[in-house]
Nanobody, 124 residues
């Protein structure tokens, strides 16, 4: 079975940091482009970061550029999202997903694989 297991979410104060991890299994992670998509309460999903299969190319939404960093460890079949300088508007469920088509899509059925989410709450 394919699994994308996100972890690392939680409650953090504004200005704080969190690192999300997403452990993949059941497919060839090392040849898959990966992405993080988030959905805030009552909002439509937002694509926020992508990384190619090698890890050499990364891309970010303007809303998180300079604050968030996506990375991956192909030996561990894991993709990460380091989130710094968190703001209340970053509160959302964060999903990791594999192989988007088209690139930057927010639709879960346009990814080959879609994980369960991790809730991040930014509040004082």
């Amino acid at each position: 079975d394919v699994q994308l297991q996100a972890s690392g979410g939680g409650l953090v104060q504004p200005g704080g940091s969190l690192r999300l991890s997403c452990a993949a299994s059941g497919f060839t992670f090392g040849v898959s482009d990966m992405a993080w998509v988030r959905q805030a309460p009552g909002e439509t999903p937002e694509w926020i970061a992508g990384i190619d299969s090698s890890g050499r190319r990364t891309d970010y939404a303007d809303s998180v550029k300079g604050r968030f960093t996506i990375s991956r460890d192909n030996a561990k079949n894991t993709v990460y999202l380091q989130m710094n300088s968190l703001k209340p508007e970053d509160t959302a469920v964060y999903y990791c997903a594999a192989d988007p088509n088209p690139y930057r899509t927010t639709m879960s059925d346009e990814y080959d694989y879609w994980g369960q989410g991790a809730l991040v709450t930014v509040s004082s």
